[in-house]
């Protein structure tokens, strides 16, 4: 092969379905005798419920059925957390599927109605009455810890659903000793997920063979599978889960939701196939939420600018309940990595895990990294200015030097490879840095406010050594598996236990077994998202579908090649140590017109009619792998921002994007992800954040009071990397799905500060709308 | 996002317009449809009658 295929930035081979509306996406299954699930949602964020009135819903025209909380009891098991930390205290309490007692969040599930069309479950949910005696509520975190707040949960005193500590080096010797202290008080804005797909669950129980198959928009089916079986009571090996058509997730179809085991328990009751589609508004309430962090931050530095500790009280939201994964979003992946890339001696994390009344939280795009980025490169920001130093200077002054295979952070975690500097340079020079501080200069001058906001970042993804997973109490395993299959014509089919939604792996995946086993790409299909015909896998999240999934792939396409080099030269009647592969071919050791394709060699292995003694038929093999250690990306990103001081508003002018990902599969599908990634970011920082009302009402309950960013706001992105292999996988790759938007917020953020700081404000809370940056600037100025 | 049920017209005259308003009440007048139908779908509004007035020449 000419141009190898491993690197090549083709097309994405999903997009024609997608694109011309003939994928089949769950809410578009459709199966005979189906009917429809409406679920009545608390209208309140936290009350007692009296009473259950279902008698008119119940005899609405075209109902089928009205459950309430207690017609699962004895059914359905409660919708369990499966991260739970450990050493924290942890309260993993009880959250009903469908509330019985008390209802903790506005949009708790009260009851469902099941009737032949949506419509008819929807005029009915309106005929159920419930009565209810509002409790009081709270939404913020920090408040929700004070004393006298009011409880959520009996056996969770003071709200506190955990408290974890991450601790490494001297923090009080870094702080007594310090030249300078720098801190901040960060607001890191509940955000809400919105995958342009809604929330979908269409499940058929078949009674006479007590089997339940469930279409379901998951990001990960083998563990809607695992823990649909906990919460059902159904043997795993009668539950089907599909999910091979997911319209994005960015996390939030990550957890085991309450709704898909409502439909599912509907479904069983009735021996009937039920669908339950979310609406826009249904999943704001009930889909869940990302961020919402108070965070008191410190650093400590000397007088020449080496920071020497970081820490934090951080107060992490948790909602209402803890969700799937929640836990492990403020912990593990955020306070084991407080040093970025910097070389920082100390480094303390104090996580508050809070319940409030509020819908529960869970892994958003970067789901605690891009809080960590955040506070590490303000309050960089911060010393820089209270040093009178460049911040870019200060930034390289820490940087940990280049590192080929494991660097040790104070958090107790080893990085796998890094070489910062060279991406700091590189966009550094491709801006021209020092002749854009002079025009930002120039431009103040005349009254005009420009900022530039630089980011350095590391973040721990790929998700991980399945020993690490037990280890932080993450309840299942984070290895992946792969078969690969060759067919009796030389085609090759591969199965994954992970389950794009959207991220290209389809396309990825094929450009990898091309690459292993010298077929053409368009010879190579890849199966994924159906539990019935894939291996065992943790889904995907964490930016670890190719570093693991990948690698398992690799490993598996590397025995198909051994085998079949072993029957070449069988068929070769040459010497197994004398055969030898080169793109797609075995041939004789200085003979290679003496030669059989890969594919000749499928067939003849399908076939089987001449095997060497003891090999088995077939061509296929599967591969596990669990990673030794996470993988850690980085980058440096850099933001251009003008401000309109009349108005407030902020026009990002330039943004780069500089990402090591190790080598890169698909550069066109690398720079999509920074693409989406970055643009969530700048959402944050910017448009996007949650309100709520005092009571817990939900005020950015729609598409028009939550802002998220659209495509007429932002300049095209400059994307540059550099490349250095991960040390510890077969492929040497790291993730790159979630780098944008760790990197992109507080990039822009510190644009804006820049930008404003000659003005007197120091300080916003995000997201930086034109209203309070207005305010702020005449404020600053002192009218 | 589900409105509730309701008849639907399309008229092709504004006298026909007005004597379907006028003889029907709660009916809701459909141009665009960009407020009225999101109402209609959270359940804000819930008119028996949906009268579509894109129909009508004269007001072209």
Same mark, same amino acid.
């Given at each position: 092969?000419?141009?190898?295929?491993?690197?090549?930035?083709?097309?994405?081979?999903?997009?024609?379905?997608?694109?011309?509306?003939?994928?089949?996406?769950?809410?578009?299954?459709?199966?005979?005798?189906?009917?429809?699930?409406?679920?009545?949602?608390?209208?309140?964020?936290?009350?007692?419920?009296?009473?259950?009135?279902?008698?008119?819903?119940?005899?609405?025209?075209?109902?089928?059925?009205?459950?309430?909380?207690?017609?699962?009891?004895?059914?359905?098991?409660?919708?369990?957390?499966?991260?739970?930390?450990?050493?924290?205290?942890?309260?993993?309490?009880?959250?009903?599927?469908?509330?019985?007692?008390?209802?903790?969040?506005?949009?708790?599930?009260?009851?469902?109605?099941?009737?032949?069309?949506?419509?008819?479950?929807?005029?009915?949910?309106?005929?159920?009455?419930?009565?209810?005696?509002?409790?009081?509520?709270?939404?913020?975190?920090?408040?929700?810890?004070?004393?006298?707040?009011?409880?959520?949960?009996?056996?969770?005193?003071?709200?506190?659903?955990?408290?974890?500590?991450?601790?490494?080096?001297?923090?009080?010797?870094?702080?007594?000793?310090?030249?300078?202290?720098?801190?901040?008080?960060?607001?890191?804005?509940?955000?809400?997920?919105?995958?342009?797909?809604?929330?979908?669950?269409?499940?058929?129980?078949?009674?006479?063979?007590?089997?339940?198959?469930?279409?379901?928009?998951?990001?990960?089916?083998?563990?809607?599978?695992?823990?649909?079986?906990?919460?059902?009571?159904?043997?795993?090996?009668?539950?089907?889960?599909?999910?091979?058509?997911?319209?994005?997730?960015?996390?939030?179809?990550?957890?085991?939701?309450?709704?898909?085991?409502?439909?599912?328990?509907?479904?069983?009751?009735?021996?009937?196939?039920?669908?339950?589609?979310?609406?826009?508004?249904?999943?704001?309430?009930?889909?869940?939420?990302?961020?919402?962090?108070?965070?008191?931050?410190?650093?400590?530095?000397?007088?020449?600018?080496?920071?020497?500790?970081?820490?934090?009280?951080?107060?992490?939201?948790?909602?209402?309940?803890?969700?799937?994964?929640?836990?492990?979003?403020?912990?593990?992946?955020?306070?084991?990595?407080?040093?970025?890339?910097?070389?920082?001696?100390?480094?303390?994390?104090?996580?508050?895990?809070?319940?409030?009344?509020?819908?529960?939280?869970?892994?958003?795009?970067?789901?605690?990294?891009?809080?960590?980025?955040?506070?590490?490169?303000?309050?960089?920001?911060?010393?820089?200015?209270?040093?009178?130093?460049?911040?870019?200077?200060?930034?390289?002054?820490?940087?940990?030097?280049?590192?080929?295979?494991?660097?040790?952070?104070?958090?107790?975690?080893?990085?796998?490879?890094?070489?910062?500097?060279?991406?700091?340079?590189?966009?550094?020079?491709?801006?021209?840095?020092?002749?854009?501080?002079?025009?930002?200069?120039?431009?103040?001058?005349?009254?005009?406010?420009?900022?530039?906001?630089?980011?350095?970042?590391?973040?721990?993804?790929?998700?991980?050594?399945?020993?690490?997973?037990?280890?932080?109490?993450?309840?299942?395993?984070?290895?992946?598996?792969?078969?690969?299959?060759?067919?009796?014509?030389?085609?090759?089919?591969?199965?994954?236990?992970?389950?794009?939604?959207?991220?290209?792996?389809?396309?990825?995946?094929?450009?990898?077994?091309?690459?292993?086993?010298?077929?053409?790409?368009?010879?190579?299909?890849?199966?994924?998202?159906?539990?019935?015909?894939?291996?065992?896998?943790?889904?995907?999240?964490?930016?670890?579908?190719?570093?693991?999934?990948?690698?398992?792939?690799?490993?598996?396409?590397?025995?198909?090649?051994?085998?079949?080099?072993?029957?070449?030269?069988?068929?070769?009647?040459?010497?197994?140590?004398?055969?030898?592969?080169?793109?797609?071919?075995?041939?004789?050791?200085?003979?290679?017109?003496?030669?059989?394709?890969?594919?000749?060699?499928?067939?003849?292995?399908?076939?089987?009619?001449?095997?060497?003694?003891?090999?088995?038929?077939?061509?296929?093999?599967?591969?596990?792998?669990?990673?030794?250690?996470?993988?850690?990306?980085?980058?440096?990103?850099?933001?251009?921002?003008?401000?309109?001081?009349?108005?407030?508003?902020?026009?990002?002018?330039?943004?780069?994007?500089?990402?090591?990902?190790?080598?890169?599969?698909?550069?066109?599908?690398?720079?999509?992800?920074?693409?989406?990634?970055?643009?969530?970011?700048?959402?944050?920082?910017?448009?996007?954040?949650?309100?709520?009302?005092?009571?817990?009402?939900?005020?950015?309950?729609?598409?028009?009071?939550?802002?998220?960013?659209?495509?007429?706001?932002?300049?095209?992105?400059?994307?540059?990397?550099?490349?250095?292999?991960?040390?510890?996988?077969?492929?040497?790759?790291?993730?790159?799905?979630?780098?944008?938007?760790?990197?992109?917020?507080?990039?822009?953020?510190?644009?804006?500060?820049?930008?404003?700081?000659?003005?007197?404000?120091?300080?916003?809370?995000?997201?930086?709308?034109?209203?309070?940056?207005?305010?702020?600037?005449?404020?600053?100025?002192?009218? | 996002?589900?409105?509730?049920?309701?008849?639907?017209?399309?008229?092709? $005259?504004?006298?026909?317009?007005?004597? +379907?308003?006028?003889?029907?009440?709660?009916?809701? !007048?459909?141009? %665009? #449809?960009? $407020?009225?139908?999101?109402?209609?779908? +959270?359940?804000?509004?819930?008119?028996?009658?949906? !009268?579509?007035? %894109? #129909?009508?020449?004269?007001?072209?």
């Amino acid at each position: 092969m000419t141009t190898r295929i491993f690197g090549s930035g083709i097309r994405r081979r999903e997009d024609p379905r997608l694109i011309t509306g003939d994928a089949t996406y769950t809410d578009d299954v459709q199966l005979p005798g189906m009917v429809h699930a409406a679920i009545l949602r608390s209208p309140h964020a936290h009350a007692k419920i009296i009473s259950i009135d279902i008698t008119e819903a119940s005899g609405a025209p075209g109902v089928v059925a009205v459950y309430t909380g207690a017609d699962t009891d004895g059914v359905l098991n409660p919708i369990p957390c499966a991260w739970l930390p450990p050493d924290c205290d942890i309260k993993a309490v009880d959250h009903p599927a469908i509330a019985k007692d008390v209802v903790r969040y506005q949009g708790d599930a009260v009851a469902v109605v099941v009737a032949e069309d949506r419509y008819q479950a929807e005029d009915a949910l309106e005929l159920i009455n419930v009565e209810y005696e509002v409790l009081p509520s709270v939404v913020n975190p920090e408040a929700a810890m004070q004393p006298g707040a009011p409880q959520i949960h009996e056996d969770a005193p003071n709200n506190q659903a955990f408290h974890w500590v991450a601790a490494g080096g001297d923090t009080d010797a870094a702080f007594a000793d310090a030249d300078v202290i720098v801190k901040d008080t960060i607001l890191q804005q509940r955000l809400i997920p919105n995958a342009m797909e809604p929330r979908s669950a269409v499940a058929n129980w078949t009674r006479s063979m007590g089997e339940l198959t469930l279409w379901s928009t998951s990001q990960n089916p083998h563990i809607v599978r695992f823990l649909g079986s906990l919460v059902t009571g159904i043997p795993e090996h009668k539950i089907r889960v599909i999910a091979t058509e997911v319209g994005g997730g960015f996390g939030s179809k990550i957890p085991m939701y309450a709704d898909e085991m409502i439909a599912s328990f509907c479904s069983m009751q009735l021996n009937r196939p039920v669908k339950w589609t979310a609406t826009r508004s249904e999943g704001f309430l009930a889909t869940i939420h990302g961020r919402d962090h108070v965070e008191h931050v410190e650093l400590a530095a000397t007088r020449e600018g080496k920071i020497t500790g970081i820490r934090s009280v951080v107060y992490a939201g948790m909602g209402a309940y803890l969700s799937t994964a929640g836990p492990g979003v403020p912990t593990i992946l955020h306070g084991l990595i407080y040093s970025g890339p910097y070389d920082i001696g100390a480094t303390r994390a104090d996580i508050y895990g809070v319940f409030s009344n509020t819908t529960p939280v869970d892994a958003y795009r970067g789901a605690g990294r891009p809080e960590a980025t955040f506070l590490i490169e303000r309050l960089i920001d911060l010393l820089a200015v209270e040093l009178g130093t460049d911040p870019v200077e200060l930034r390289r002054k820490n940087l940990i030097p280049k590192f080929e295979d494991g660097h040790d952070v104070a958090s107790g975690i080893t990085y796998d490879s890094g070489d910062y500097e060279p991406l700091l340079n590189m966009v550094l020079g491709h801006v021209d840095y020092q002749a854009l501080r002079q025009e930002q200069a120039r431009m103040r001058e005349r009254g005009a406010y420009m900022g530039i906001g630089v980011t350095c970042y590391a973040e721990i993804c790929g998700l991980g050594p399945s020993q690490v997973a037990g280890a932080v109490g993450f309840g299942g395993g984070l290895w992946e598996s792969a078969i690969v299959r060759f067919h009796p014509t030389g085609k090759v089919n591969v199965y994954i236990g992970t389950a794009p939604h959207g991220q290209g792996e389809e396309t990825t995946f094929a450009q990898i077994i091309a690459d292993e086993l010298g077929v053409d790409v368009d010879d190579v299909g890849v199966i994924h998202g159906d539990t019935s015909n894939t291996p065992m896998g943790w889904g995907t999240y964490g930016s670890r579908t190719t570093a693991v999934g990948g690698a398992a792939l690799a490993l598996a396409a590397r025995k198909v090649k051994e085998k079949a080099r072993l029957l070449a030269a069988h068929l070769l009647e040459a010497a197994e140590a004398d055969v030898e592969y080169d793109d797609g071919k075995f041939f004789v050791k200085g003979s290679p017109d003496q030669s059989k394709t890969i594919q000749e060699i499928a067939t003849m292995a399908n076939v089987a009619w001449n095997m060497p003694e003891g090999m088995e038929p077939g061509l296929e093999a599967s591969a596990f792998y669990d990673p030794p250690n996470f993988v850690y990306p980085f980058g440096t990103h850099l933001a251009v921002v003008e401000v309109d001081i009349d108005n407030g508003n902020i026009v990002i002018k330039r943004y780069v994007a500089g990402d090591d990902c190790g080598p890169q599969i698909n550069p066109m599908i690398v720079e999509g992800q920074i693409h989406g990634g970055v643009v969530q970011g700048w959402g944050q920082a910017l448009w996007e954040g949650v309100v709520y009302d005092d009571n817990g009402q939900l005020l950015t309950g729609s598409m028009t009071d939550y802002a998220l960013p659209r495509a007429h706001m932002f300049p095209d992105m400059e994307i540059l990397s550099t490349v250095t292999p991960s040390p510890h996988n077969p492929l040497g790759v790291k993730g790159i799905g979630e780098t944008g938007a760790i990197a992109s917020t507080v990039t822009v953020y510190n644009a804006v500060i820049d930008a404003l700081r000659p003005l007197g404000v120091t300080h916003l809370d995000m997201p930086l709308t034109p209203e309070k940056v207005w305010k702020a600037i005449r404020q600053g100025q002192g009218s | 996002m589900f409105a509730t049920e309701f008849e639907y017209q399309k008229v092709s $005259s504004v006298s026909e317009a007005i004597q +379907l308003l006028s003889s029907n009440e709660g009916a809701k !007048i459909l141009a %665009g #449809g960009h $407020s009225l139908i999101p109402l209609m779908k +959270l359940r804000l509004a819930e008119p028996p009658l949906v !009268i579509d007035i %894109g #129909g009508i020449y004269e007001l072209r």
